[in-house]
């Protein structure tokens, strides 16, 4: 194969002169401060020097490989150079390799950490050319270096030397695991902030199927066969239980999702807000729950998992699997830790939901991310002052760009990156997301309700159980509260005030508390105002709180025929209730019921009733059929619903099947 160099700018490829063939070259120069050589350095120099000179080799890998050794028994570290092509080609012709301490590095700006400077100019390196049969020889050799070489007892610290094999990685994981670490912790060790992964020579992806495999064999014999059974069982006393599981290459089961009949029910519901919890770690697994917020400001379960890595893989089948299982109906929002490979899946997956970070995980890698927040009060305030209380995005901008100057932090890489996905985390950017008012994953309680009396050895169907055990509880719960709700009014600050005897009637309890507290703070005369009639029936109010100093206005326009109001704290598009400002503009202008408008059924006593009857949740209009699997998977879930409410009870059973058979009669009198 014939054809022209096509170099880099490596310096050594560049210049140097590529001798005839047959023959190798070694180059003695040293660089410009030569190092003296100990006798025996010296004599491994000249022995490796035999060694590597006329070898021949099939590729590159092969070609690194046997200069990694030689640098290995040398004493030295190893970094590759450009290749040369063959013109018009990407087929290599010449590559380098050189000693890692080549080079200088270029002058950087100032850095919040102090780096150590391994650079010293060293010329050594070796030249592989490549023929026409793809063959790899050494063309070019210079031997010696310009520092100390790294004595015998100290060669296994080398970069280059650190290339761990599959069965030397297992080889750790069981003396680590032996020593009583857990995998998870090995896993975090090996992979998250600890040791990069390039000192291991191993891709995150190659590493975490080695974990896999380790934790697949810590599994006790037949756990996840249990668990299938399980699910199995499941779905024959429960028609609407859904279950999936994911394969790995050799056929074992690795990842495993759930959830039950109800808990669809639940999400047709509630399933506007999406929590996705990862916190929680078994032995082996991570367990991560699908969680929600039903009216009474209770946590729900939307479905499990057990997943055996935290990879984009894994997230992608699971999200998939998920939505799935209901019907691929999106929430309008999901929370999810700030996690590289959740980012990605929930854009691939949940590609029209908003995706916010969990505000308390990044709170939390704040001090160790950015050291200068531990002894800078005010430049974590600012920080804070980003992430709650900015009212706009100019605001925001000008408060991050303050916080980076003050704290010197312009070239911070962990700050450039959360200041990319700045929409994700800021509440100035998702003042008019629906988000229920939720700012952390934590906010569930998730760690201190559901598995923290899981002992993280439980076995996968222990886990299970332990988590059908609180699911029940909670359940039991929203039932008391449904209960209390349909049988008594919560007590009003104001017993007159016939706006608190609407809403105490419509609110569930819980969200007529926070609804009265809105309601006292806007007429409570807390509130400055100022009214500018807009014309015929429109107003603008701009309001202030009485004892705040500060410039924070919030401006409320109403139209009193149509009653629509807006104000621009945007509370009503995050949370579904009326802002104080907002109901201090009806005080104000004699309104004395809630509009129909503003109540959000969600958060009502009735928010479980006739999601599934005519007219509601996208069904059938006139002129128009909905699709059949539509119209089976709705009314399938509306007979489950109404099934599972009557099952406890005789007089109810009865109501149903009556109504069923009549419902029969009246199709079959239809077909005829």
Known sequence: MDGSEQSGSSPGLENSIIPAAGRSDIDLEKGSETEVLTCEEFLRLEEGKKDLLGQIVDGEKEAYKIYCDYAHYVGFSVRKGKNAYFLGTKNIKAKEFLCSKAGFKEDEPEATHSKLESRTGCKAMVKFEVDENGKWRVSRLVAEHNHELAKPEERHLLRSARSVTSAKMSSVFRTLLDAGIKTTKVSAYLFDEGIRIENVKLSRKEGQELINSRRLMEIEPGDSQSLVNLFKERAAQDAMFFWDIQ?????????????DGRSRIDYDCFGDVLIFDTTHRLNKYICSPFLGINNHGQTIMFGAAFLMDEMTESFVWLFSAFLKSMSDKLPITIFTNQDEAMDKATEMVFSTTHHHFCGWHISKNVPSRVHNFNSDKELKGLFNKCMQECDSEIEFEETWRNMLVKGNLESHEWLKYLYESRRKW????????FDLGIKSTQRTGINNNVLNVVPNTSSLTKCFLQIEKLLHGWRQNEANEDF??????????????????HAAQVYTHKMYKLFEREFLDGVGGGLLFKEFPCGGTLYQFKMKMHDDEGLKEWIVNLDTLSMEVECSCKKFQSMGILCSHALRAFSLKNIARLPDKYIVKRWTKEARKRIYSSGQNGTSQQGHMEPESIYLNRVSRYCYELATRSQQYAGARKILLNALETAEKSIDNFFR
């Not at 394969?247 to 959830?259: A, S």
């Not at 007590?491 to 007159?496: E, F, S, Y």
């Open 484 to 501: 209390n709700c349909n049988q008594s009014m919560p007590p009003r600050a104001i017993k007159q005030s016939p706006f608190l005897r």
């Open 247 to 259: 394969l790995d290459k050799e056929g074992k089961l690795t990842n495993f999702f759930w959830r």
């Open 426 to 433: 800021s509440n100035a950017f998702n003042k008019d997301v």
